[in-house]
């Protein structure tokens, strides 16, 4: 039982590359969310996932675009990526009726130069 | 919206003190209030969690109270030992079942 993985670990992308971050959880939740951490700042919700097929904004997704490909996949894209995008980026999933933990991912740190 | 305010950014205590880190938030109407813990270069952790309609949980060392009339929440550790040294973080549920987290607070266990 690997819990909730993320890829890549590490990622250096010049100003205006792409790239998806790819999370996966192998607890059958229902609940998915992709977290941004900087320094001083605690976590910030950048968007989340209720259920397989929908998708929602959360408190900062300017910059960014999600996929929930299924019940245990759940992307973040950054289509142009800008240095303000500089963070280490967690995902997470919770079982919706459940407990109210989010159980968390390693995270990946990602720089924009 | 919710607003979540932790204090102190960095606690240092000797080892076997007691640990106090304490959280406000703004909103009323929350009703779920967690807290992480995060070690480095790790995901947050669930370590305890309390809801609004209790004043104090408790798990060995570790307790949580809630002052609803204040609208503060604090985490209490007792006995502190070289593994408790991490990041934490208390949260606070808003109207949209979101969790809202204060900025963290870096507990550091002197030996």
């Known amino acids: 039982n690997a819990g909730v993985t993320q890829t890549p670990k590490f990622q250096v992308l010049k100003t205006g590359q792409s790239m998806t971050l790819q999370c996966a959880q192998d607890?059958?939740?229902?609940?998915m969310y992709w977290y941004r951490q900087d320094p001083g700042m605690g976590l910030r919700l950048i968007y989340y996932s209720a259920s397989e097929g929908t998708t929602d904004k959360g408190e900062v997704p300017n910059g960014y675009n999600v996929s929930r490909l299924n019940k245990r996949e759940f992307s973040l894209r950054l289509e142009s990526a800008a240095p303000s995008q500089t963070s280490v980026y967690f995902c997470?999933?919770?079982?919706?009726?459940?407990?109210?933990?989010?159980?968390f991912g390693p995270g990946t740190r990602l720089t924009v130069l | 919206g919710e607003n979540v305010e932790q204090h102190p950014s960095t606690l240092s205590v000797q080892e076997g003190d007691s640990a106090v880190i304490k959280c406000t938030y703004s909103?009323?109407?929350?009703?779920?209030f967690p807290w992480y813990k995060q070690e480095l270069g790790k995901g947050p952790q669930l370590i305890i969690d309390?809801?609004?309609n209790v004043g104090e949980k408790k798990d060995q060392r570790i307790a949580v109270t809630l002052n609803k009339t204040a609208k503060h929440f604090s985490l209490h550790i007792t006995e502190t030992q070289p593994e408790d040294s991490a990041v934490y973080f208390c949260a606070a549920r808003d109207s949209n079942y979101q969790l809202i987290w204060g900025a963290g607070t870096k507990l550091i266990i002197k030996p």
């Open positions: 997470a999933s919770r079982l919706t009726g459940g407990t109210d933990t989010q159980y």
């Open positions: 909103d009323s109407a929350s009703n779920y």
């Open positions: 309390i809801r609004s």
């Open positions: 607890m059958n939740h229902n609940s």
